[in-house]
Structures are given as C-alpha cells and as structure tokens.
C-alpha cells in the first residue's frame, strides 16, 4: 500500500513572477478559494462584447483564463481594468500598492511534493503540478508611486500560429460549396471564399490542438451536427478573433449560447477552450 504524505509545496515559476509574501496590510480578497464559476466566465465572455480584447490588452502577460478572472475580479469590485502585476512587481517599477487593497486571485501553478514509499520500504519522492487560485495581484489603479511603463501589445500572426504550433495550412480541395473548412490530423484547410476565413482557420486548428482530428477528420458546414467538439472549437475561434478584434463573433455566440441553453459544457471543456485560445494567441506572438 502507498503511504503517501505530503511533505512541501513549492512555488512554480509563473509568468508573473513569484508572488510576494503576505502582507498584513494587504487583505485576502472576497474570492472563495478554489471555486472558480467556469460556467459564468464563458457567459461573462460571450455576453459583455469587447471584455475579451479590453482584458487582453490590460493583462496580456497573463495567460486567457486569468484574464478572464481578473477582469469579473474588477468589475465586481469597481476596479479599473488595467495593468495588473504582482506586489513585488510593482514595487520594481516603483509602486506600491496603496494600504488595504485586496489582492486579485488568479491561478498559479503550483508543484506539491510527495514522499511515498515503495514496496520495497523506500521512499520515492514525486511531484505533481496543479493549479490554485491564489490572490497575489494587484492592478494599476490599486497602486501609487512612479509613472509606470508596459510593454506593447505584441502583434499577432496566423502564420506563426501555425508554424509554431506544427499545424499546416493546406489547399482547400473539397467540393462542398458550404463547407467553411476542414481539419485532419494535423492539416487544415479553409475554403477561399469562407465568411470568415481568420475565424475558420482558428476553428480548424482547435480542431487539431484539441485532439478532435485524432477521433475523426471534422469538416465545417452549416450543416455540421452541434456536438461538443464544434462547440469547443468555435469557442476557442470567439475567444481569438474577439482580442484580435477580426469579424465573425456574432454566429459563434448564437452557436455556443444554443449550446449553453440546452446543455451544460463541463468545467474541464471550459478549461481546454481557454487553454487552447491561449496556446494559439502565445505561438501567434512568437515572431515578437
Ligand atoms: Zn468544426
């Protein structure tokens, strides 16, 4: 039998930095631990236009989810949506954070170590990685001190994306005049006269990053049965073409709301679609 038991958790290296150690002035914000509403930040995304890119461009170092979190955190608490960061990160910049401000949560990865022992008596040492909501951030507006400088939004490209993330873009050779585009293994083709041919090609990849085209080939028409894979991968193509600001969100958002009131998308499907937005959004920056 396992006797496992857990020894240290140890902070991952996040894209923000590590977060400070608490501070007695800094209160732990209204944010029930660990009970993220996955549920109401897809609603939140699909239903407020323009969250996504105003997000984007306050918090664009974090990853979507995050985000996304940060931004509900703002709105319901009054607070200007704008450049967030870390406690220690801001006093780099010569900030700080004003007294009694409340921290933002968001997830960090954490590593927790575990000791087991073997059958053989001995003990192994494992770590596993994991997300938890922690609140170590604050945003611009909660701090005071010198004017502070961002980095600029780094530019996207289709390309990139695709390149960086082993996909490619081949000829569109179906017959099917509805046919909006395909996706095999890891192949995708959109049709040149597609509505929204950025929005397509973003779907077609979902597809492939999601592991849709190991199942089967998908291919895209008006007449496409709904099912949970075209609900995740026009998910994922909203989230991209609303922070790029690229036509074609309004069918998507039918679409997925359709879905939404007849069935539930679980929380791990909702975590995939934020991830996968993510992963297309970073590898679209890579020429940066
Ligand atoms: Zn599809």
Known sequence: MMNASTTTTQKAKT???FPPAPSEAHQKANFKKDTVDFQALLTQALTQPG???TAYK???NFSILNQALAFKQCLERGLQVSPL???NSWKEKGRMVQKGQKAISLFMPLTKKIEAETEQGKTEEKSRTFFALKPHWFVLSQTEGNEAEFPALPAWNLSCALEFLDVEKVDFEMMNGNCQG???ARKIAVNPVAAFPLKTAIHE???VLLGHTTEADCADSELTPRNIAEVEAEAVAYIVTSILG???QESSRAYIQGWLGSEPITDQSIRKIFACADKIMKAGQQSN
């Open 246 to 248: 690229t036509p074609g």
């Open 182 to 184: 395909y996706a095999t």
């Open 85 to 87: 960061a870390s406690f």
């Open 58 to 60: 306050a918090f664009h």
């Open 205 to 207: 990849m979902a597809h």
């Open 15 to 17: 894209q923000a930095g």
């Open 51 to 53: 969250q996504l890119s």
